[in-house]
């Protein structure tokens, strides 16, 4: 059984900043991609950042120049730093992994959601 769990979200000012943090853990061979995804209230979920293993890294338009993400392949976990953060950051942030066991299956697994609230 696998486990996304996330970390890091809060309550920020506009302008602040915030680091995420998702560890995967359980049965997982080999992780193909770990990324961010975000859903605000009334909105679908949407891709935030995403880093494949290849070392490619994708990111959503409004987030490029203030978000990084980045990966500690030794310890399957996925960072998310929030520099800049604005009203319209605010949403549901959730971990997801693309992975594979050792008999080479794929699977996709969501972590439980962390709240980033941005507010003065």
């Known amino acids: 059984q696998v486990r996304l769990v996330e970390s890091g979200g809060g309550l920020v000012q506009p302008g602040g900043s915030l680091r995420l943090s998702c560890v995967a853990s359980?049965?997982?061979?080999?992780?193909?991609?770990m990324g961010w995804y975000r859903q605000a209230p009334g909105n679908q979920r949407e891709l935030v950042a995403v880093?494949?293993?290849?070392?490619?890294?994708t990111y959503a338009d409004s987030v490029k120049g203030r978000f990084t993400i980045s990966r500690d392949n030794a310890k399957n976990t996925v960072y998310l730093q929030m520099n800049s953060l604005k009203a319209e950051d605010t949403a549901v942030y959730y971990c997801?992994?693309?992975?594979?066991?050792?008999?080479?299956?794929?699977?996709?697994?969501w972590g439980q959601g962390t709240q980033v609230t941005v507010s003065a």
């Open positions: 997801n992994s693309d992975y594979s066991t050792i008999s080479g299956t794929h699977y996709n697994h």
């Open positions: 359980g049965s997982i061979f080999r992780i193909n991609a």
């Open positions: 880093s494949t293993s290849g070392g490619s890294t």
